[in-house]
T-cell receptor
């Protein structure tokens, strides 16, 4: 079935280094959402991208949606220990009026102080 | 966070016993979902509801049933629990579920189920 692939599965960085996670879909997406889950917590919504080529920023986080609406990325500049957690992308399939989100498997980020 | 609560938060049960997890929301959102989260698999949709008594299957629905008799409550039942159903279960809600600008999911705190 349709899949949303997310890489890498794990990323270990030194505090202050940058971090990027990538999300790719085999089919065109209506929109894509990003969630963060802290260790032991629940996923929390970060942002939604809808338009082709859209770029949004939240402080040190930059989110991009590809021109073909099949891929997306989340980039964190100068990571901090508070960025630790698992980042999930979730793509909504085009044309699915009562469909649902397809989650990537997540990228688990650890930050060494 | 929005008013969404899950109960129980932790449960240990034995293979073959029935288990019901409850999700309760105070947001009056139309859509409710049950996901399970397992290492290496991310979040997988079990069932979802788009209104009272209106439910549909997700990608991993086998062995699970759901019911929604009131807007605020969405129950997930394991008729006969198996060890493969050991997982963390998350309930989520959303205001709408369609359109290019579909609303986002708000998750509950999760219910950790262990089936021995």
């Amino acid at each position: 079935g349709q899949q949303v692939m997310q890489i890498p599965q794990y990323q270990h960085v030194q505090e202050g280094e940058d971090f990027t996670t990538y999300c790719n879909s085999s089919t065109t997406l209506s929109n894509i959402q990003w969630y963060k889950q802290r260790p032991g917590g629940h996923p929390v919504f970060l942002i939604q991208l809808v338009k082709s080529g859209e770029v949004k920023k939240q402080k040190r986080l930059t989110f991009q949606f590809g021109e073909a609406k099949k891929n997306s990325s989340l980039h964190i500049t100068a990571t901090q220990t508070t960025d630790v957690g698992t980042y999930f992308c979730a793509g909504r399939l085009l044309g699915r009026s009562q469909g649902n989100l397809i989650f990537g498997k997540g990228t688990k980020l650890s930050v060494k102080p | 966070d929005a008013g969404i609560t899950q109960s129980p938060r932790h449960k240990v049960t034995e293979t073959g016993t029935p288990v019901t997890l409850r999700c309760h929301q105070t947001e009056n959102h139309r859509y409710m979902y049950w996901y399970r989260q397992d290492p290496g698999h991310g979040l997988r949709l079990i069932h979802y509801s788009y209104g009272v008594k209106d439910t549909d299957k997700g990608e991993v629905s086998d062995g699970y049933s759901v019911s929604r008799s009131k807007t605020e409550d969405f129950l997930l039942t394991l008729e006969s629990a198996t060890s493969s159903q050991t997982s963390v279960y998350f309930c989520a809600i959303s205001e709408s579920n369609h359109g290019a600008g579909a609303n986002v999911l708000t998750f509950g705190a999760g219910s950790r189920l262990t089936v021995l």
